[in-house]
């Protein structure tokens, strides 16, 4: 964190209810100090009901320059802004706003391009590939966006949404196709059969005694499997996978992967980069201690012997 705070420090705020446990203000001060960035990210608790007046407010302050939006407050956004990306307009949900030159406010969700950075870093193919993503959330939305965006040669072959709310996966899928030339489906079931790669996107996992959201015994001993849960990781699903041998992943190096973005969408192109290059020091943060093994040398393939 910035150590002077003066008339010139650029304000960055996370609205959220609660905000007690957000990992986000650690690696934007992280960031800041680390680039040399006079800027300073606070969370700040904000009521439901109270969350448009304030979000009009806060930017009347000319150096709040931009928001990260917690929850539950991202899908309320949308209709305060000025200006809205792709991702934001298909999911209907944004987790970042920016401040224009124009005075105007953008907003965006980097959810999808952070899974897809995550995969990536893991090793885990998507493209041309066969994808279930279990939910049909915010989250969800913007990981069937970033797996679309390519088409067929750059993006999934397949994609599929099971919800326990058929109508809810229906709603995104019906979404997805409107705006990408993609195979987007909705699923019957939750069966894993026939994907090289399944997402959960649900917040099954963070009890302990949560029902797992897919049978890992069912899943092709070629496939890999991300959980996008940030707490109790790793989750019973992802312990279960990795214990069938498979290339399973927490939701940590998403959030990791998303921070690029949100830096370059702020305005610090060099400090984008310099993470980009190497984000070692905010695994160190995000990650827990149980698992900063995985930091340097992180588990990316199965082990073929492995029924």
Known sequence: MTTSITGSTLAYLIPGDPVRNVRLPRLFNAVFERFGIDAVLLPVQVPLRDFAV?????????????????????????????????????????????RTENNELEGDLFDGEGLVGALDHFNIPFRGKRVLILGAG????????????????????????????AGKA?????????????????????????????INA?????????????????????????????????????????????NAQAGFEMLIQ???????????????????????FLREIVYPPAMHAEIRQPLRYRSPSVA
Not at 91 to 98: D, F
Not at 173 to 189: I, M
Not at 258 to 280: E, K, N, S, T, W
């Open 54 to 98: 304030f979000f009009k407010s806060a930017f009347l302050a000319r150096n709040v320059r931009g928001m990260v939006i917690a929850p539950p407050h991202k899908p309320l956004v949308v209709d305060l802004l000025d200006g809205c990306g792709l991702f934001g307009r298909v999911a209907g949900s944004v987790n970042v706003v920016r």
């Open 138 to 165: 915010v989250s969800a939305a913007a990981i069937g966006v970033a797996l679309a965006e390519g088409g067929t040669v750059d993006g999934a072959e397949h994609i599929a949404f099971y919800d326990t709310s």
């Open 202 to 246: 649900t917040p099954l996992g963070l009890d302990e005694n949560d029902a797992l959201p897919v049978d890992v015994a069912r899943m092709d001993r070629h496939a890999a499997l991300f959980d996008i849960l940030l707490r109790n990781q790793p989750t019973p699903l992802v312990r279960a996978a990795r214990a069938r041998g498979l």
């Open 258 to 280: 998303q921070m690029p973005h949100y830096l370059g969408y702020f305005g610090h192109a060099d400090a984008a980069q310099g993470v980009r290059d190497d984000a070692d």
């Open 170 to 198: 229906a709603g995104v899928a019906a979404k997805l196709d409107a705006f990408f030339d993609a195979d987007v489906a909705v699923a019957d079931s939750n069966a894993p059969e026939g994907y090289d790669l399944v």
